[in-house]
């Protein structure tokens, strides 16, 4: 399977905890994007790489959110001090570089914070 | 930030139907694409429009992007049971490398 993969699907913790997720994007693509969604929403923009440099952070990313790509290749999205607010879908999607490139999306994350 | 809004926001019908789902914003985007997306799963991406005015079928469902690229459309012709999901319309920024999404049309056919 060459298609965007994300680690875990599920994910069940309590709140002050920590929690990461990981992302391996399709293997010849650059940029790397994260997203949350939730219910009855479409997906908001958190952050997005290409290679190892995050280029762009959303306002919805606070302080508790970090993501890295150490090496260009897969990519770590982790949320400190967990609350309830940050139960959602968490989606991260992959794309080569280019002027209208098309992004392919994994199965997501599904966070529960209880 | 660029807003879309996707109409309707829900719609039910029968098997066989035709219908027509929109994508509007008041900015200009270099491209649009549409995903269809299924309870617990990632969007799928369905299409990418690039040109204004560019209409792109594939199979029974149809894409327009506006002569302005500010909006588009999918129609669905007679539609399927399988057609049933969440419809995203997302834009790609002029100055930015992100996508933004409208908050979808969730479309149930009944059999």
């Known amino acids: 399977d060459t298609g965007v993969s994300q680690d875990p699907r599920h994910k069940i913790t309590k709140r002050g905890q920590n929690v990461t997720f990981r992302c391996d994007p399709i293997?010849?693509?650059?940029?790397l994007y994260w997203y949350r969604q939730t219910l009855g929403q479409g997906p908001e923009f958190l952050t997005y790489f290409q290679n190892e440099a995050q280029l762009e952070k959303s306002r919805l990313l606070s302080d508790r959110f970090s993501a890295e790509r150490p090496k260009g290749s897969f990519s770590t999205l982790e949320i400190q001090r967990t609350e309830q607010g940050d139960s959602a879908m968490y989606l991260c999607a992959s794309s080569e570089v280019g002027g209208n490139t098309e992004a392919f999306f994994g199965q997501g994350t599904r966070l529960t914070v209880v | 930030t660029q807003l879309l809004e996707q109409s309707p926001q829900f719609l039910s019908i029968q098997e066989g139907e035709n219908l027509t789902v929109y994508c509007n914003s008041s900015?200009?985007?270099?491209?649009l694409q549409w995903y269809r997306q299924e309870p617990g799963e990632g969007p799928v991406l369905l299409v990418t429009v690039v040109t204004g005015g560019e209409v792109k079928k594939l199979k029974r469902l149809t894409f327009q992007f506006g002569d302005a690229r500010k909006d588009s459309s999918l129609h669905i012709t007679a539609a399927q049971t399988g057609d049933t999901g969440l419809y995203l319309c997302?834009?790609?920024?002029?100055?930015?490398?992100?996508?933004?999404f409208g908050s979808g049309t969730r479309l149930q056919v009944q059999p």
């Open positions: 293997s010849e693509h650059n940029r």
């Open positions: 997302a834009g790609m920024d002029t100055g930015r490398r992100a996508l933004t």
């Open positions: 900015s200009v985007f270099s491209s």
